[in-house]
Nanobody, 124 residues
């Protein structure tokens, strides 16, 4: 029942930046661990980043460490993904996900709610 809506995707050149946002239509947003995943055409959905309920702990896939930053604003029911130094291999549909349990995880099967996705395309 929790609705997640991503925004901020677009077309950028390699080396550029984008900031994705995910807004939840849930007044108890702060109880959820939040994650970002991405899926390229013909490929499996893969983990990108996650953040704990308080925002004190963040987890990143090795492929994006040092380039992407996840953050959240519980007062605004929003989680963000700042993407810098984008590469063509970052091209994918990016999904926001919410997990009801406390423990942070990179496993897509352990997330309970998903947004519709936003397209990110990085040209060379």
């Amino acid at each position: 029942q929790v609705q997640l809506v991503e925004s901020g995707g677009g077309l950028v050149q390699a080396g550029g930046s984008l900031r994705l946002s995910c807004v939840a239509s849930e007044r108890t947003f702060s109880i959820y661990v939040m994650g970002w995943f991405r899926q390229a055409p013909g490929k499996e959905r893969e983990f990108v980043a996650a953040i704990t309920r308080s925002g004190n702990t963040k987890h990143y896939a090795d492929s994006v460490k040092g380039r992407f930053t996840v953050s959240r604003d519980n007062a605004k029911n929003t989680v963000n993904l700042q993407m810098d130094g984008l590469k063509p291999e970052d091209t994918a549909v990016y999904y926001c996900a919410a997990r009801r349990l406390l423990r942070i995880t990179s496993s897509r099967d352990e997330y309970d709610y998903w947004g519709q996705g936003t397209q990110v395309t990085v040209s060379s």
